[in-house]
C-alpha cells in the first residue's frame, strides 16, 4: 500500500477547529524555543498537528539533510519521505500509530507529562544515514484534549540499530519500553546513577581527562577509571563518548 503524509496524522487526534482560547495559550511561545535552540547542539522542530506541518525548525544541521531551516520548514512531512530510509519510514508510521493509542488512554490532565523516544536513520544528499534519536513531547493541547503542538529534540543516537522505542512520564523514575516482535508494552525501571558517575560524566562533558576529574573530585585516577569501567557497564556502552550520549538521550545527567 503507497504511503502517503496523510498517514502521520492519527484520527483520534483530527483537529477541526481550534479555538480563542487555544490561540491564546499560544502567543509568543517560539521565543524561548528559538533562544533554546542558539544553546544546543541538539536539532529542534515543531509539530503543528492542526495544520499537519512544521511550524519552526532549528537551525542545527543534524535534522536538516544539507537543506536551509526554510526548506525543510516548507517541505514538512514530505521531508521524511525523502529523507528517512524505507523501512525505518514504516517504523515512524508504526510509531505514530502506537503512540497515538496510548496517548488515547491517558488522562487529559497527564497528556503534557509525557515523552516518547525512538531512533531512525536519515540520510543526506548524498545518501549517506546516520541513526539519529528523536524526542517528542506535547506542548500545547486543545479544549478537548487533542495534540496540537509537539517539540521534537534530535540528537545522534548511541544505539546499533532503529527503533528503541520508549515513553517517559515526567516525575517517575520508570519508563515504558515498546516490544516490537511482540507488540506490547512493558515497564522498567530507569537506569540509576551513583553521584561518583554523574561526576565522572559532567565532569567528562567539559573535557576533562581522568587525571584532571580525579584532582577535581579528590580521588585517584585509579578510582576515576574503577567507576568509568561501571557506568560502561550499566549503560552498556564502550566508552565515555557513548557514555555521554546515552546518558543525555535518557535524561541521567
Request: glycine content about 4%.
Amino acid at each position: 500500500m503507497d504511503k502517503n503524509v496523510n498517514d502521520f496524522f492519527s484520527l483520534k487526534n483530527s483537529i477541526n477547529a481550534i479555538s480563542e482560547e487555544d490561540i491564546n495559550q499560544t502567543k509568543n511561545y517560539l521565543a524561548p524555543i528559538r533562544a533554546f535552540a542558539r544553546t544546543t547542539y541538539k536539532s529542534i522542530y515543531i509539530i503543528d498537528y492542526e495544520k499537519k506541518g512544521f511550524e519552526y525548525v532549528s537551525e542545527n544541521p543534524l535534522f536538516l539533510s544539507g537543506h536551509t531551516p526554510e526548506e525543510v520548514k516548507e517541505m514538512g512531512y514530505a521531508f521524511y519521505f525523502k529523507y528517512v530510509i524505507e523501512e525505518d519510514l514504516d517504523l515512524l508510521l508504526k510509531i505514530n500509530t502506537i503512540g497515538f493509542d496510548f496517548y488515547d488512554t491517558l488522562p487529559i490532565e497527564e497528556r503534557l507529562d509525557y515523552t516518547i523516544s525512538y531512533d531512525f536513520h536519515l540520510k543526506n544528499k548524498e545518501e549517506k544515514k546516520i541513526l539519529i534519536n528523536q524526542k517528542l513531547t506535547p506542548l500545547f493541547l486543545t479544549r478537548t484534549g487533542k495534540l496540537w503542538k509537539a517539540i521534537c529534540i534530535i540528537s545522534l543516537s548511541n544505539e546499533q540499530k532503529s527503533g528503541n522505542i520508549k515513553v517517559y512520564k515526567k516525575g517517575e523514575n520508570k519508563i515504558l519500553k515498546y516490544n516490537l516482535e511482540d507488540d506490547y508494552w512493558k515497564e522498567e525501571e530507569k537506569i540509576s546513577l551513583t553521584t561518583r558517575e554523574k561526576e565522572v560524566l559532567r565532569y567528562s562533558v567539559r573535557g576533562f581527562t581522568i587525571n584532571d576529574i580525579a584532582k577535581s573530585i579528590y580521588v585517584s585516577p585509579d578510582t576515576v577509571k574503577f567507576h568509568r569501567k561501571k557506568l560502561f557497564e550499566k549503560l552498556e556502552v564502550a566508552n565515555i563518548s557513548e557514555a555521554i550520549v546515552y546518558a543525555t538521550n535518557n535524561k541521567l545527567i
